[in-house]
Every structure is written in C-alpha cells, then in structure tokens.
C-alpha cells in the first residue's frame, strides 16, 4: 500500500478488512504506513498456515498481522455488517465459482470469484470508505458497471509485470448514494 495515494489525518483510527488475507502481509503494511495503533486488522483466510503465521507473526515490533482474524470460508461462513470499515483491502482467488459436480463447473454463467467477493463486501465499506481491489485486468473490464456505480475511481494502475499477469489495481472511494444509471 503507497501511503503517499491514500492519505489520513494524524491519529485517525482506520478498521481494514481484508477478506483473503493470505500471509498477512497487506494488512501488516497498513499497520506500518498508518501507525499500529491507528489501524485495526480485521481479516478471513481459508489456509491454516496462512491463518496461524498471519495470527502469531513473525515480525519483531508486533505481536501478530491480523487483530481479528477467522480461518474459514470468506464467502460461505462469514456475515460482515454494512458500513463497518474504512478500507476493503480485496485480493481474492481469481478462478470461477466451484460446483460439487465437475459438468456443472464449466457451465456457462458461473460467476467469477472476484466478482462474488466484490459484491458480497462493498457494502461492509462506510461510504467514502477505500476499495483497494486487486485482480486480472479482465476482472475490472467485466465487473466495470458495478464498479463505476458503486465507486468513485480514485486510481487504477497496471503491475509492472504486466504483460506475463495481467493484474490491476483499483483504488475507489466507495459512493455513499448508489446512481441509477
């Protein structure tokens, strides 16, 4: 997270969610831009190694990355209140929506993961709150209307190795009236 983009005032508290936290790494660079005690993590990752180093850390000037974290399923076991949080840190699997039978997979009209955590979380975002939405550059294109009714676009940058990932970023400010059209 370039702090010089999203800027605080001194001695704000800011709550950051970040559904798919990984390693924890994100979130610990909020703590570290922001101030540790400014910035409360709040976070839900599947993997347990993930979940336990991200919980414990292994970092020296903090005890853990994640204040409040939960190992489980983001999507299926997890219920966020509406306006809860400041920042929506979003870097979730990019892959289709599963299905317990594998013919039924690669039936057209599956959603795309990134698409299902965008719309599940908007809503946890105070309005105003940031979206730093991390995904395939197709994943925008094609989520664009929700995109551009739900947020204002601050900035969206191409990572450097653009060409061999196709990854963007999205940094919106999420509108407090949604627009019609």
């Known amino acids: 997270c370039d702090s010089s983009i999203i800027q605080f005032g001194d001695n704000v508290k800011i709550d950051v969610l970040d559904p798919c936290f990984g390693d924890g790494r994100a979130l610990l660079s909020f703590k570290r831009n922001y101030g540790y005690d400014n910035v409360v993590t709040y976070g839900v990752e599947l993997d347990f190694n ?8 292994n970092d020296n000037q903090i005890p853990k990355y994640i204040d409040l974290g939960f190992n489980c399923d983001a999507l299926q ?8 949080f ?14 317990d039978n594998t013919e039924q997979s690669i039936v057209v009209g599956k959603k795309r993961l990134e698409t299902k955590f965008l719309e599940k979380y908007t809503d946890s975002l105070i309005p105003d709150g940031l979206l730093i939405y991390i995904v395939p550059s197709n994943s925008v294109y094609k989520d664009f209307n929700y995109l551009t009714k739900k947020y204002e676009l601050i900035s969206l940058y191409a990572f450097d190795e653009f060409e061999n990932f196709r990854q963007v970023v999205f940094i919106g400010r999420r509108k ?4 019609k059209d």
């Open 176 to 179: 407090a009236i949604d627009k």
């Open 77 to 84: 076991k997890i219920i966020v209140n509406r306006d809860s």
């Open 50 to 57: 993930r979940f336990k180093s991200a919980m414990v850390g």
């Open 86 to 99: 400041d920042i929506l840190f979003l870097n979730p699997p990019y892959d289709l929506e599963s299905s």
